[in-house]
C-alpha cells in the first residue's frame, strides 16, 4: 500500500501522445523517481537508440524533471547519451530519452519496457553576484580526489 505524504505532493498534467503510452509510475512505496515506458523505439542521425515514451507533461514553474537511466541498464550495452535529461517546465513535448551503444552485448529495449526514470524536483532561482573573494572551507579548492580515494 502506498501513503501518500501531501506535504511533498504535487499533481502533474500529462497527456498521451501515443496508443502504446503507459502513465509514468512509482515501482515501490518511497521510490524518489518514477519509470518511463517505451512506447515507440528508433534511432537517430548519429546512431543512439531514441526510446519514445509517448507521454507529454506539464511541469509547474519551480520545478524540474531529471531523467535518469534505470540501474537495468547495466544488462544492456547501452549508456544514456546526455548523462541526465533536464526537462524543463515550458518543455511540452514528448519525453524521450536516448542511449548510445557502449557495447558488444545484444540486448536493447523493447517497446513496453522501463526504459529511464523521471524525478521531478523543485530548484531555486539562482542569482551570481562576483565577488573578489569567496569565504573559507576546510575543503578549499581540493578538486577531483582530493578527499581521497
Not at 519514445?52 to 520545478?63: H, M, S
Not at 549508456?79 to 511540452?92: C, H, K, M, P, W
Request: aromatic share 10%.
Amino acid at each position: 500500500m502506498i501513503i501518500k505524504n501531501n506535504v511533498n505532493s504535487i499533481k502533474i498534467k500529462f497527456k498521451k501522445m501515443h496508443p502504446e503510452a503507459v502513465t509514468p509510475t512509482y515501482a515501490k512505496n518511497g521510490d524518489a523517481a518514477m519509470d518511463l515506458y517505451a512506447a515507440e523505439a528508433t534511432k537517430d542521425q548519429w546512431g543512439n537508440h531514441v526510446y519514445l515514451t509517448g507521454i507529454a507533461i506539464e511541469i509547474p514553474p519551480g520545478f524540474v524533471g531529471l531523467l535518469f537511466p534505470r540501474s537495468s541498464v547495466s544488462k544492456t550495452c547501452l549508456s544514456l547519451a546526455n548523462s541526465v535529461g533536464v526537462v524543463d517546465s515550458g518543455y511540452r513535448g514528448e519525453i524521450m530519452l536516448k542511449y548510445r551503444r557502449t557495447g558488444e552485448a545484444n540486448p536493447f529495449y523493447s517497446c513496453g519496457d522501463r526504459v529511464g526514470q523521471i524525478m521531478i524536483m523543485p530548484y531555486p532561482q539562482v542569482e551570481f553576484i562576483e565577488a573578489e573573494e569567496l569565504s573559507n572551507t576546510e575543503r578549499g579548492e581540493g578538486g577531483f580526489g582530493s578527499t581521497g580515494s
